[in-house]
């Protein structure tokens, strides 16, 4: 069974930063496509960032150049670093991967999700 077991979320005021740390566990044995979702109260789930294996990133524009993603393959860790954070930027972050074991094929895989709340 893949587990995702995200770490960094809080409380931080308008303009400041935070980092997610997001680390699969160790019965996985390849990762393609790693990233960050976020639901706010009462809207839809929505993509902050992806990073494939190779490196490429893919941004929201929402957050552009306020946040970088980066990953260690070596780790099967994800990162997000959240900078300028807005009040908007308050919700629950959720790591995403896409992944296979040994036992099974690759499959779409969720943590249990980190609150993120940015106070004006």
């Known amino acids: 069974q893949v587990q995702l077991v995200e770490s960094g979320g809080g409380l931080v005021q308008a303009g400041g930063s935070l980092r997610l740390s997001c680390a699969a566990s160790e019965s996985i044995v390849a990762i393609r496509t790693m990233g960050w979702y976020r639901q706010a109260p009462g809207k839809q789930r929505e993509l902050v960032a992806s990073?494939?294996?190779?490196?490429?990133?893919t941004f929201a524009d929402s957050v552009k150049g306020r946040f970088t993603i980066s990953r260690d393959n070596a780790k099967n860790t994800v990162y997000l670093q959240m900078n300028s954070l807005k009040g908007e930027d308050t919700a629950i972050y959720y790591c995403?991967?896409?992944?296979?074991?040994?036992?099974?094929?690759?499959?779409?895989?969720w943590g249990q999700g980190t609150q993120v709340t940015v106070s004006s």
């Open positions: 995403n991967a896409m992944a296979r074991t040994i036992m099974s094929r690759w499959s779409t895989y």
């Open positions: 990073i494939t294996s190779g490196g490429t990133p």
